[in-house]
């Protein structure tokens, strides 16, 4: 299989010290439970009140210093795990999108990590995470349209060739590259700050998989160890 090669540009650095992520690459199979998705989100909206994971709030804590560091307002535009475990905490449960996505969005909220899921066949190159100039094209929906926008010059964002895949780091996916079951190629970024325990990033990249090979027993799965320090790329 041809594994997603994602970089991260050194300026990330600066904005968030030791940040690592697992790059989960995956050539689809044919899906023969999509029970497993809903079980498993289930067990994870149980979890936040059951026993939260002893991380969550200072990892919480740590995504939204970051994400001031680059100029963006946490209370009005959290990270990804954030925003999910925040609407778990309100209405008590989460509604099912998709297999794919919703077995994604469960381990994000148990284990209070940002994750992302993406189409990679419809991506032009590889995956990169970028401080934004400002003048790149984002392609979200307005009023029940496709409207394009760009990101805030110095924003963190996830991008390709063509444009942005994701603004403000990890807080909304384009639509180009949005992910879904029939997706033959699928590529997810699991995304930890130090305020979270490595082997607890590794933990929860390994639940993912399961869930995967699971759900689609043919899937043949690469998961790579990034981050901005050589070292620590596996």
């Given at each position: 299989?041809n ?26 199979a ?20 059951d ?25 009005r ?15 008590g449960?989460?509604p ?34 970028v401080?934004a ?6 392609d979200?929906?307005?009023?029940g349209a ?48 130090p305020?979270m ?22 899937a043949v799965?690469?998961?790579r ?10």
């Open positions: 299989m594994s997603v090669k994602p970089s991260i540009d050194s300026g990330i650095t600066r904005i968030a010290p030791g940040f690592r992520a697992l790059s989960i690459s995956v050539e689809a044919a899906i023969v439970d999509t029970g497993i998705a809903s079980e498993t989100l289930s067990r994870a909206c149980r979890s936040i009140s026993g939260d994971v002893a991380w969550a709030e200072a990892h919480s804590s740590a995504w939204a210093e970051v994400f001031r560091a680059f100029g963006a307002k946490p209370q535009t959290p990270c990804s795990s954030d925003a999910l475990r925040k609407r778990v905490l309100r209405d449960s989460l099912s999108i998709d297999p794919i996505v919703d077995l994604y969005n469960a381990i994000s909220i148990e284990y209070a990590v940002p994750v992302g899921g993406e189409n990679i066949a419809a991506y032009v190159g590889e995956p990169s995470l401080i100039e400002g003048t790149e094209s984002f979200t929906m307005k009023d496709v409207a394009h926008e760009s990101p805030n010059r110095g924003e963190v964002v996830w991008r390709d060739e063509i444009g942005v895949t994701c603004r403000r780091w990890n807080w909304r996916q384009g639509i180009r590259t949005r992910l879904s079951a029939d997706a033959p190629q699928m590529w997810f970024i699991l995304e930890s700050l305020a325990p490595l082997d607890a990033l590794h933990e929860a990249g390994e639940r993912l998989t399961q869930g995967l090979h699971r759900m689609m027993p043919g799965i690469d998961t160890l990034i981050g901005v320090d050589p070292d620590n790329t596996l």
